[in-house]
């Protein structure tokens, strides 16, 4: 199995843009999670689903940011409009148990 | 809520040495997991440990269930310089409909000096 895909890897955008990050989980895994890594504020949860269907979202930390699986194969987490401490590592890892298994990230800046 | 506490926060290691870290909660826990992120990517698996004591090993890399499973350690011996990078416990909330959610520690930042 290729194992979790994230695309883009780096992704540079400007204040006010909209951000569209995409996850392809390992085939066969039930549920998909969204984190975002900081210095300050380490690995966070922002979302998670389980069988596409959004289960808590408590972490999301405003409206700007949305998350979407419209399919057990793809999954997205849009931020609109974009703003400087958006900047991070975001992450997207898919399970079927106990185990997560990690995609490699999309660092994203914006300035 | 549950919290997983992770010490040290970091370590500086010459290589050859032996690395010891631990990770303990206030919550019991049935699950321990233990996860490597290098610089650069995402965390990977690196151990499961599913029963109270079990003592499992992954090449030079040993973790430890705590009895009390509320504790959990992991020791690397004879450490190398790609053993850079930070290391996570982890664990799943409890509760019947976590779907898989963990609670990971902040982390234990590794640097081995050649």
């Known amino acids: 199995d290729a194992g979790v895909i994230q695309s883009p890897r780096h992704e540079v955008t400007e204040m006010g843009q909209e951000v569209t990050l995409r996850c392809k989980p390992i085939?066969?895994?039930?549920?998909l999670f969204w984190y975002r890594q900081t210095m300050m504020r380490g690995l966070e949860l922002l979302i998670y689903?389980?069988?596409?269907?959004?289960?808590?979202d408590s972490g999301m930390p405003e409206d700007r940011f949305s998350a979407k699986m419209p399919n057990a194969s793809f999954s997205t987490l849009k931020i609109q409009p974009s703003e400087p401490r958006d900047s991070a590592v975001y992450f997207c890892?898919?399970?079927?148990?106990?185990?997560?298994?990690f995609g490699p990230g999309t660092r994203l800046t914006v300035l | 809520g549950q919290q997983l506490n992770q010490s040290p926060q970091s370590m500086f290691i010459q290589e050859g040495e032996d690395v010891s870290m631990n990770c303990t909660s206030s919550?019991?826990?049935?699950?321990w997991l233990w996860y490597k992120q290098d610089p650069g990517e995402g965390p990977v698996l690196l151990i499961a440990?599913?029963?109270?004591?079990e003592l499992t090993s992954n090449g030079r890399l040993t973790a430890q269930f705590g009895i009390t499973r509320k504790d959990s350690f992991l020791n690397i011996s004879a450490s190398i310089p790609s053993d850079v990078g930070i290391y996570f416990c982890?664990?799943?909330?409890?509760?019947?409909?976590?779907?898989?959610?963990?609670?990971f520690g902040q982390g234990t930042i590794l640097t081995v000096h050649p």
């Open positions: 890892a898919s399970s079927l148990s106990h185990e997560q298994f």
């Open positions: 085939s066969g895994h039930n549920s």
């Open positions: 689903f389980n069988n596409n269907v959004p289960i808590d």
């Open positions: 919550s019991i826990f049935n699950t």
């Open positions: 440990l599913y029963k109270a004591g």
């Open positions: 982890a664990g799943p909330h409890a509760g019947g409909t976590s779907y898989g959610k963990l609670t």
